[in-house]
Every structure is written in C-alpha cells, then in structure tokens.
C-alpha cells in the first residue's frame, strides 16, 4: 500500500491540515516529519476549530495512529500542553507515537534564537522564537539531545554540559545575557521523561511493517517548499527540508515507498516573515485578501503577507517534489474580485523569466508578469462538484493547472473539513 507526501507548495500555511484531515478516515498512520512548533495546522470541524502546531493532524481522527517522526524537533513542554488541550477537548491522544531520535528543544535553545534575532536588527530572518534553528544547528553539529536521551540522565547531562560549555560563552560574551546552569536545564528536562515514555517507540521500523502489511501511511510537512532550507529563498527559510525528499529522511521510509506526491497551493499567494515575493499586495486588494482569508499565522498571530497566485512558484514546487497531484485550497476567498491576476512569468531586469530565478539577488529584483482573469460573484461553499462552480472559477481553476503543470485533484471552497471538490482520488 502506499506512502503518501503532502507538502507545501508554496511558502507554508496553504492549508495542510485540511488535507490531511480530509484524507485522515482512509488512511492509517499520519506522520508528521520535520520542523518543530514554528509551524501550525488549522483544522475546523462544524464550529470547532483546531489549532495544531506538533501533533500531526491524524490526530483528530480516531481510527488514525498519529506519529512524529525523527525529522521532527519537539518542545516537550508545548507538546505535553498541546496534548493536554486536545484532551480536555474530548479528543484522544493516547494513540500518538513519537520517535525515539526525534530532537529535542531546549530552553537555551529558544533563549539563543530570540538573543540571536534581535541582535541582527534589520537583517533578521523573521524566525518565531521558538528555538527551531539553533536546535537543528545542535543536531548537525552533534551536539543535539535525543528524545532517548531523556531516559538516560547521565547521558543526558553529560550532553547539556557539552552543549553549554560554548553556548554560555556565547550568552555572556556576546549577548550580556546570564550564564545557564547544567543541572536545572537537565532536570527540567527530566521531568519530562516518564510522561513522554510512553508513547516513544522505533517509528522507522513501526511505518515500515506497516507499509508490508498493507496499511497507508501519509506523511506531512510543515512550512513549505519556498521555505525548504535547501531550495528555498535563503537565507529566509527554515531549518530542515519541508520538501518530499525531507519525507524519507524525517520517517526513515526510503524513497521507492513514497507512491504519490500531493502539493497544497492556495488559490493565491502568502508568506509570512522576510524575503522576497513578487505577487506581493500592498493595497485594497491584499488587504482584502488577508481578512476575507483569515490570513494570520497559526502558530505566531502575524498577518501573512498577501499576494495573487504564482505559476512560477507552482511550477518550481512540482520540479523539487515530483509533484503528481495539487491540492487547491481557498478558491471561495477569490469570490467577489472583477478580475483575478495570475503571474505567469517574471521580468528580471527587463528579461522575462518564466522559471524561478537561480539568484537570490534576480529573484529580489523579479517583478511579476499577470495574465488576467475574469473574477465570479456567485457563493461556491456548497459546490460538491467542479459542475457547481461558476464557469469563471472553473476556467480559474483549469488556469492554474495548465500553469502548474500538474493536475488538480481537489479544491477548498471553505473552511469546514466537507468543503472540498475531489476530482481525483489521492489515495487509489
């Protein structure tokens, strides 16, 4: 049976979570397999609104064994207050599993992100604070601390005595900040130890046997493919691989497993924090994009940066992922425009591009290039069928996939987890 990828397609926030959960009755275990609490899934069931930013979004679905793969770096404290907030919510977490080599957060590490960020004044990359880098920054430099190693205690604090030896230096030095002591950052961790016991378990080896005994598996990633620290617009991104190929490396499920690749594109544009993005709004209309969208971060609050769709971006996303199927989310917040602009290439120094530039500095000087489309006002909430929608929102719709180079398989048209066209089964 398969291995499903859904990724972002874009800059994050296109609506995973939706997807996920859509899909979540027909699948078995939902893993979630890299990034940390900087990245969050918003999930809405009737009235109830679900905000995620570690637990995978399987989670709100009974039948689903949620996992958090070793790709994954994990505040203990937010994930234990994250868990307890879906149990008093009537929501059963029992069933989480978390690998045993997925990293873990410490509070010196959220202390250096936030010293280190505001140190660079202008020049900061917009991270959320929450400690992500520096984490994945221990992990390569070796000096990481393992959910395992939580069950260790000489282990653990011969481990934070190695990691503190240059970071207090750092703290002191740089940052006129106080030095941390060895043992309350060990035993503060410590406390965490016997309530995350039970649910660690070898997760390569348990999504693996699953895989030989016929059940599906669907992997998901946080932030998106412009935000991928390999491929996408640096130095403004995140720290791991968001793309598929970070799917195998963040589960432990080789490549040749992953059957299908689902890329989630907004009907427009968004990014939150720095960077470059060229379809930028700055008047009436990203405004207008940003309330009717509900266009803040999950896990911050921030507004999100708002802009019309990208093909270029779209194309790249279908390039790095090997994108075989599109998600389409939000097209209903598009309802009411005259027209809808959608960038189709770039002008890079009076040189039209019709790719990503390779440059960070071509793709700082890129200006988009619009085709327009006309725009529909008629209520598409309730559409169940791509036949219920306007002509104008189909031919959008049909727009974006010959620009994107890869099938639409299914389109949001509302924020409810049942607001959605399939038009293609992701799974079969």
Same mark, same amino acid.
């Given at each position: ?175 006129? *900040?106080? !030095?941390?002591? %060895?043992?309350?950052?060990? =035993?503060?961790? #410590?406390?965490?130890?016997?309530? &995350? ?117 779209? *194309?790249? !996303?279908?390039? %790095?992922?090997?994108?075989? =199927?599109?998600? #389409?989310?939000?097209?209903?917040? &598009? ?94």
């Amino acid at each position: 049976m398969p291995a499903i990828v859904l990724v972002g397609a874009q800059w994050g926030d296109e609506g995973k979570g939706k997807a996920t959960d859509l899909l979540g009755g027909r699948v078995d275990y939902v893993v979630r397999y890299q990034g940390g609490n900087n990245a969050g899934h918003t999930v809405v069931i009737g009235d109830r609104k679900f905000a995620l930013h570690l637990l995978p979004s399987g989670i709100l679905t009974p039948e689903v064994v949620p996992v958090i793969g070793n790709g994954v770096v994990i505040d203990p404290e937010v994930l234990i207050h994250e868990m307890k907030g879906l149990n008093e919510k009537g929501i059963d977490t029992s069933k989480l599993v978390i690998s045993a080599n997925a990293h873990l957060i410490t509070p010196y590490h959220v202390t250096l992100d936030k010293v280190s960020e505001r140190f660079l004044g202008k020049s900061k990359i917009g991270t959320t604070g929450r400690g992500i880098g520096p984490t994945y920054s221990d992990k390569i430099a070796r000096l990481g601390i393992r959910v395992q190693d939580l069950f260790d205690p000489s282990i653990l604090r011969q481990k934070v005595e190695g990691a503190l030896l240059a970071k207090n230096q750092v703290l002191v030095k740089v940052y006129n *900040r106080r !030095a941390l002591e %060895v043992d309350a950052i060990s =035993d503060a961790l #410590l406390e965490y130890a016997e309530i &995350l016991r039970p649910y660690v378990a070898d997760t390569s080896l348990l999504l693996n046997n699953a895989l030989d005994e016929n059940k599906v598996v669907l992997l998901e990633g946080g932030q998106g493919t412009l935000l991928d620290v390999d491929h996408g617009t640096y130095p403004f991104v995140t720290s791991s691989n968001p793309t598929a190929g970070g799917a195998s490396t963040g589960s432990g499920i080789g490549p040749t497993r992953i059957t299908r690749v689902c890329g989630i594109l907004k009907a427009y544009t968004t990014r939150v924090g720095s960077g470059p993005f060229p379809t930028e709004l700055l008047d009436e209309d990203g405004e207008r994009l940003r309330v009717i969208g509900g266009e803040r971060g999950v896990t911050t609050g921030r507004p999100r940066r708002c802009g019309w769709f990208d093909a270029p971006i779209a *194309r790249f !996303a279908t390039r %790095v992922n090997g994108l075989t =199927d599109i998600f #389409l989310t939000k097209l209903d917040v &598009l309802t009411g425009f005259e027209q809808i602009p959608v960038c189709v290439a770039y002008d890079v120094d009076g040189v039209r591009s019709d790719e990503v530039p390779m440059t960070q500095t071509e793709f700082h000087h890129a200006k988009p290039i619009y085709e327009y489309l006309p725009g529909w006002t008629e209520d598409i909430s309730g559409a169940q069928t791509l036949a219920d929608l306007p002509k104008n929102a189909r031919d959008y719709v049909a727009f974006l996939e010959e620009v994107s180079k890869t099938r639409i398989s299914a389109v949001g048209v509302g924020q409810d987890r049942n607001a959605t066209i399939a038009i293609h089964d992701l799974i079969n």
